[in-house]
T-cell receptor, first 114, second 114 residues
Framework: SAVISQKPSRDICQRGTSLTIQCQVD?????MFWYRQQPGQSLTLIAT?????????ESGFVIDKFPISRPNLTFSTLTVSNMSPEDSSIYLC???????????FGPGTRLTVT | AQSVTQLDSHVSVSEGTPVLLRCNYS??????LFWYVQHPNKGLQLLLK??????LVKGINGFEAEFKKSETSFHLTKPSAHMSDAAEYFC????????????FGTGTRLQVFP
């Protein structure tokens, strides 16, 4: 298994600004994933991040709004750019790579945009 | 395309009574299925997983789930609910064969009354 930490745990930001969320894994993982969980809803996959290549974004999410970095096998960042109140959500990262779908999740970053 | 349907958005039980959380899946092949739990203000935790081995899968905290291909179901059960079981439960399917990409159900909120 892997233990995943995220920073910050929560933040309140003004519209038009950007926030970068960090995700650290205590062991090497092949794939990392970024999800959004809007209030009272399920998880929606934003993108998949592999080391050394550009992230793969899901329908409805674009790189200009959610740029992702994956510099090594234990770290990734997600930036939420030009924020609006609609971006208020919990953002979760996870790590995987076993090939059978098992992922380990971070505690999430609770973002509020005012 | 793979998908899961959680049949109940809310389930309420009394402490000490059985728990049943229902999930149906749709898949063009034998899927990998998971149940994750999310306690308030905490990260997602894997309860159990089915990956084409035994159809009755035992997980943590006394939970188990049975894969029934004829019914395309993967219901989660526990013989006796505990107050600490109150949480959000997600039924999850892997997107494809030999992949770590997951598709989440809409979630079932379990309430446990004393």
């Amino acid at each position: 298994s892997a233990v995943i930490s995220q920073k910050p745990s929560r933040d309140i930001c003004q519209r038009g600004t950007s926030l970068t969320i960090q995700c650290q894994v205590d062991s090497q993982v092949t794939m990392m994933f970024w999800y959004r969980q809007q209030p009272g809803q399920s998880l929606t996959l934003i993108a998949t991040a592999n080391q050394g290549s550009e992230a793969t974004y899901e329908s409805g999410f674009v790189i200009d709004k959610f740029p992702i970095s994956r510099p090594n096998l234990t770290f990734s960042t997600l930036t939420v750019s030009n924020m609006s109140p609609e971006d208020s959500s919990i953002y979760l990262c996870s790590g995987g790579g076993t090939g059978v779908g098992e992922q380990y999740f971070g505690p999430g970053t609770r973002l509020t945009v005012t | 395309a793979q998908s899961v349907t959680q049949l109940d958005s809310h389930v309420s039980v009394s402490e000490g009574t059985p728990v049943l959380l229902r999930c149906n899946y749709s898949s063009s092949y034998s899927p990998s299925l998971f149940w994750y739990v999310q306690h308030p203000n905490k990260g997602l935790q894997l309860l159990l997983k089915y990956t084409s081995a035994a159809t009755l899968v035992k997980g943590i905290n006394g939970f188990e789930a049975e894969f029934k291909k004829s019914e395309t179901s993967f219901h989660l059960t526990k013989p006796s609910a505990h107050m600490s079981d109150a949480a959000e439960y997600f039924c999850v399917v892997s997107e494809g064969y030999n992949t770590d990409k997951l598709i989440f159900g809409t979630g079932t909120r379990l309430q446990v009354f004393p």
